[in-house]
């Protein structure tokens, strides 16, 4: 909990934290109340404008959170003396995670005035705005653990940010795609692996625990990887 305080602050330290909730704010704000707004343009009480604009805002937004996180602390050396203290790789890595998920929680808990507006404009499914934002918190959670992973094989923050972007893109379309064109066995693995689909589901209001799981592993398993990759880098 030290480190995620530390790792949460050191955003707001510096410009990153009012950058990205200004931007995040500013195009999920637009697209929302002002482009193609159900609300204004068909009567009809809805955020999901907002949910389909923050899906691919966060996606775009997360590599460059998570690039920093490792791979300046392997730059720099302080990876080391943070280990001289009595705590793990695990809760290294664990803290940072946690840093990020928090501001990605902040900057979607500023949006909640959109819905409160909304749902005194016209009757609002409440159901689907509640599984669209936790659709969103465990899609963040994935993406940021992909992020800490990739960024724990370098010491070079752009080199990070673009094994982040790749790695998210096959997550985000390449599996979509291969599932539609492999059968059998090779094709429900992609399909299961397509994060997107996943996502839907639950913003959907199917909360089924196959989704929840998924996310899960992918999270655990990520993360598990870049606490891999600093030990190996230590043994060697």
Same mark, same amino acid.
């Given at each position: 909990m030290i480190i995620t *305080? *530390? &790792?949460f602050k050191s955003y707001f330290d510096s410009l990153m934290a009012y950058i990205m909730l200004f931007m995040f704010l500013g195009l999920t !704000?637009?697209?929302t109340w002002l482009y193609g707004s159900?609300?204004?343009y068909t009567s009809t009480a809805s955020l999901s404008p907002f949910f389909q604009t923050a899906y691919w805002? @966060?996606? %775009?937004f997360i590599p460059a959170l998570t690039m920093k996180h490792v791979a300046e602390e392997l730059k720099t050396g302080t990876i080391e003396l943070l280990l001289t203290k009595p705590i793990t790789y695990w809760q290294v890595i664990a803290g940072k995670f946690l840093a990020?998920? @928090? %501001?990605? =929680?902040?900057s979607l808990a500023l949006t909640l005035p959109w819905y409160i507006t909304i749902a005194n %404009? !016209?009757?609002i499914d409440h159901g689907n705005v509640i599984t669209g934002y936790l659709g969103l918190l465990l899609m963040s959670g994935a993406y940021i653990s992909i992020g800490i992973f990739t960024s724990s094989l370098t010491q070079n923050q752009i080199v990070a940010f673009l094994l982040a972007l790749v790695s998210c893109i096959f997550f985000q379309i390449i599996f979509s795609m291969l599932a539609s064109v492999f059968d059998g066995t090779l094709g429900n693995i992609f399909q299961y692996l397509d @994060?997107? =689909?996943h996502y839907n589901n639950v913003t959907r209001g199917i909360v089924d625990s196959r989704d929840i799981i998924y996310f899960l592993s992918v999270i655990f398993i990520s993360l598990l990887g870049a &606490? =891999?990759?600093l030990l190996k880098r230590n043994l060697n």
């Open positions: *305080k *530390k &790792e !704000g637009f697209f159900d609300v204004f805002t @966060l996606f %775009l990020t998920w @928090l %501001l990605i =929680a902040v %404009l !016209g009757p @994060l997107r =689909a &606490e =891999a990759s």
